[in-house]
Nanobody, 112 residues
Framework: VQLVESGGGLVQPGGSLRLSCAAS????????MSWYRQTAGKEREFVAV????????NYADSVKGRFAISRDNAKNTVFLQMNSLKPEDTAVYYC??????WGQGTQVTVSS
C-alpha cells in the first residue's frame, strides 16, 4: 500500500488549498479513505472520511462547512478541498486507509 499526499503549502487566512492523495497497492474503489492532521506536540486528529459505498462523508466539527472530501476512483485519488482556512488549520495533513496505512504527510501553513 502506498499513499502519497500533495498540494500543501503556505496560504493566507481565508484562502483555499486542495490536497490530493494518490493511492496504490490496494483496491481503492472498495476502501474508505480518510484525512487526518497533526501539529507538533499534539495527537493526530481526524479531519474527514469518505466511504466507498455511495461516497458518504463525515467531518470533524472544526472543519464542517469549510472542507470537502471527494474521490476519483478512476484515478485512485482522494482530495481534500479546504476553504476559509484559519491559522488553527496549520498542520501536517495525512491520508489514511484501513486505519493502518498512512502517507508521508503534506504541510499546510495558514499565516499572513
Amino acid at each position: 500500500v502506498q499513499l502519497v499526499e500533495s498540494g500543501g503549502g503556505l496560504v493566507q487566512p481565508g484562502g483555499s488549498l486542495r490536497l490530493s492523495c494518490a493511492a496504490s497497492g490496494f483496491t481503492f474503489s472498495r476502501s474508505s479513505m480518510s484525512w487526518y492532521r497533526q501539529t507538533a506536540g499534539k495527537e493526530r486528529e481526524f479531519v474527514a472520511v469518505i466511504g466507498w459505498i455511495g461516497g458518504s462523508t463525515n467531518y470533524a466539527d472544526s472543519v464542517k462547512g469549510r472542507f470537502a472530501i471527494s474521490r476519483d476512483n478512476a484515478k485512485n485519488t482522494v482530495f481534500l478541498q479546504m476553504n476559509s482556512l484559519k491559522p488553527e488549520d496549520t498542520a501536517v495533513y495525512y491520508c489514511s486507509t484501513m486505519s493502518r496505512y498512512w502517507g508521508q504527510g503534506t504541510q499546510v501553513t495558514v499565516s499572513s
